[in-house]
Nanobody, 123 residues
Framework: QVQVVESGGGLVQNGGSLRLSCTISGMIADPNGLAWYRQSPGNKREWVADITSGSTPMYADSVKGRFTISTGNAKNTVYLQMNNLKPQDTAVYYC?????????????????WGQGTQVTVSS
C-alpha cells in the first residue's frame, strides 16, 4: 500500500529558511521522478522543482538560486530546502512521486501526491 507523507511547513519571516520533507512508503523500486508544486488561494497549482531520474534538477525561474531539491540516500524521501524566502512564496506545498507499475506488488503506475504543507512568509 503506497503512502505519501510530507512535513516541514511553518511560518517564517522574510528572508528566512525552511526545509520540507516528503516520504513515500509501500514500494520497493526507486521512483522515476520526484517533484514539488505549490498552490496559493485562488491560483492554479504551479510546478516548483523536480529531480526526474536520468536528468539534473530543474527549477522554476521564481525559485532559482533560492530553493534546492534533493533526495535521501534511499530514494523514498525528497527534500526542498528553501532559503531567502519571500512573501510571494506563501502557499501550500505538495510533493509528487512518479512510480512505474509493479504488478507483483500491486502498485499502479502514475503520480502519487503528498497531502500538502503550509508555508507562510511574513512581510
Amino acid at each position: 500500500q503506497v503512502q505519501v507523507v510530507e512535513s516541514g511547513g511553518g511560518l517564517v519571516q522574510n528572508g528566512g529558511s525552511l526545509r520540507l520533507s516528503c516520504t513515500i512508503s509501500g514500494m520497493i523500486a526507486d521512483p522515476n521522478g520526484l517533484a514539488w508544486y505549490r498552490q496559493s488561494p485562488g491560483n492554479k497549482r504551479e510546478w516548483v522543482a523536480d529531480i526526474t531520474s536520468g536528468s539534473t534538477p530543474m527549477y522554476a525561474d521564481s525559485v532559482k538560486g533560492r530553493f534546492t531539491i534533493s533526495t535521501g540516500n534511499a530514494k523514498n524521501t525528497v527534500y526542498l530546502q528553501m532559503n531567502n524566502l519571500k512573501p510571494q512564496d506563501t502557499a501550500v506545498y505538495y510533493c509528487k512521486f512518479n512510480l512505474r507499475p509493479d504488478t507483483a506488488m500491486g502498485i499502479i503506475g502514475g503520480d502519487y501526491w503528498g497531502q500538502g504543507t503550509q508555508v507562510t512568509v511574513s512581510s
